[in-house]
Structure formats: structure tokens, C-alpha cells
């Protein structure tokens, strides 16, 4: 069953804590995405890695910190630095040779 | 930075085609127009792009004009499954990043 997973599902974070979502892939693809969705709006990019230990900020880095050292796993930490950190979170993958990128389920993070 | 603009939501009748614009006016040559939907709190799916020629899959076809200023995306036969959030998206070769803009709400009534 090959795809995109991300987990958990659901994560709760309390103040002053840094928490980290998981993004796994089996497709083999070099490059991955971190995507941050608020409600109602469109999908805002916070990092991306187009290979294995390389990785570039994107618009919305801040407060954000992410580690490339697998092709299949891309983590994303969100660190006591991101203020208003309440978001969906999704994990891409771009297949190389169309370009396409395929998104995971989402983790939905909440703040307590 | 979002590079395109799209109608907030329409409607659609059950069995009819759904027809859903999007307006790139600033695109550039080697840019290409995604086109991705959502259905609530899932992840994005991918349906179609294209860079100038007019496509066509499984899923819809895509519409660019002449100009590639704007663009249609057509769901020739909608179902209620149809019903969700669709994302135009402008893909800038160089860097590989997508500008999401704020998408299209189609809803298909029966």
C-alpha cells in the first residue's frame, strides 16, 4: 500500500512545548513538503527538501523546524517560538518526472 | 503569494458539468496550472495540469486559453462526491513551489 501517512491524526500541545509530526513516504520520491492550512484558507508552505539532507525554508518558517536525514521521513517540530501554532498540518511528496505533488491525511494540531 | 484567483463557491446539479474558472493573469511561460480538490479535512487530491495544451484524464479536463491567462476545469458529469474545495495552482518550474490560492467551494446538489 504505498502513499504518503502522516501522524498522529490529532495533536494537542501545551504552552512553552515543542511538538513533532511525522511524514513518511514509500513512494521514493527525493522531494517533500510541509504545508500549513488554516480554516477557510488555502495551503501556506513552511518547508520543503529536495533531497535527503538539504531543505529550504518557504514562506512561512517561522517557529518551525524540520531534518531531511531519510528520503522516506520528513519531520516537522513546531517549537514554543510559533505563537499561533492552532492548524492542519500536510506532508507532500512531488513524483519527479510529472512534477505532481501528493499530499498525506493531515495532522490537525491544537493547543491546550 | 498566491498567482491565481478563483470564485469563492458555485453550484452544480447532480449529472450536469461543472465548469470551474480560474484567472493567472501574471503567469509565465514555464509556469503550470495544477489543479488539486479537497474534501473536508482530507488531504489535498491531485485531478489534472497542464502548461498550454488542453487536457484531458480520467478524472476531468482542463482548459487553458490562448493567452493562458485563466483557465476551466471541467467535471463532465458531477456527483455528490464531486462536493468540495477546488485549488487552481501555478507551479513556478525553477523552485518547484505551489501558490495555493483560496479555492473554489463546488457544491453539487441533487
Known amino acids: 500500500d504505498g502513499g504518503i501517512t502522516q501522524s498522529p491524526k490529532y495533536l494537542f500541545r501545551k504552552e512553552g512545548q515543542n511538538v513533532t509530526l511525522s511524514c513518511e513516504q514509500n513512494l521514493n520520491h527525493d522531494a517533500m513538503y510541509w504545508y500549513r492550512q488554516d480554516p477557510g484558507q488555502g495551503l501556506r508552505l513552511i518547508y520543503y527538501s529536495q533531497i535527503v539532507n538539504d531543505f529550504q525554508k518557504g514562506d512561512i518558517a517561522e517557529g518551525y523546524s524540520v531534518s531531511r536525514e531519510k528520503k522516506e521521513s520528513f519531520p516537522l517540530t513546531v517549537t514554543s517560538a510559533q505563537k499561533n501554532p492552532t492548524a492542519f498540518y500536510l506532508c507532500?511528496?512531488?513524483?519527479?518526472?510529472?512534477?505532481?505533488?501528493?499530499f498525506g491525511p493531515g495532522t490537525r494540531l491544537l493547543v491546550l | 503569494d498566491a498567482k491565481t484567483t478563483q470564485p469563492p463557491s458555485m453550484d452544480c446539479a447532480e449529472g450536469r458539468a461543472a465548469n470551474l474558472p480560474c484567472n493567472h493573469s501574471t503567469i509565465s511561460g514555464n509556469e503550470y496550472v495544477y489543479w488539486y480538490r479537497q474534501i473536508h479535512s482530507q488531504g489535498p487530491q491531485y485531478i489534472i495540469h497542464?502548461?498550454?495544451n488542453n487536457e484531458t484524464n480520467e478524472m476531468a479536463s482542463l482548459i487553458i486559453t490562448e493567452d493562458r491567462k485563466s483557465s476551466t476545469l471541467i467535471l463532465p458529469h458531477a456527483t455528490l462526491r464531486d462536493t468540495a474545495v477546488y485549488y487552481c495552482i501555478v507551479r513556478v518550474p525553477s523552485i518547484n513551489k505551489f501558490y495555493f490560492g483560496s479555492g473554489t467551494k463546488l457544491n453539487v446538489k441533487p
Open positions: 497542464g502548461l498550454k
Open positions: 507532500a511528496s512531488r513524483q519527479a518526472s510529472t512534477a505532481t505533488q501528493y
